[in-house]
């Protein structure tokens, strides 16, 4: 759902290029079959904003918040 908000609103599918669409295809494999929970999918979305999707094109209502915590549990890990 993020990848589709992210490329659907005000038609930004134009904007990115090949090299966005592999690293969306290739983080989307990386997960296909697999039993996914909510950390996973945090983590996944977390990838396709860094590959440079804007993953909250409609402001995030607080869903941004997610996205602190889950960098928040990344630094904690690397920290212990």
């Known amino acids: 759902m993020a990848l589709y908000d992210s490329m659907a609103f005000e038609n930004r599918w ?12 290739k983080i989307l494999r990386a997960y296909a079959g697999q039993k996914l929970d909510n950390s996973k999918v945090r983590k996944a979305i977390l990838k396709l904003q860094k590959a440079g999707f804007d993953i909250l094109p409609f402001g995030g209502n607080g869903d941004e918040t997610f ?4 960098k928040d549990r990344e630094h904690a890990t690397k920290a212990s």
Do not use: G, R, T
């Open 14 to 25: 134009v904007e990115y290029k090949q090299p966005h669409y592999e690293l969306a295809s």
């Open 67 to 70: 996205l602190d915590e889950e």
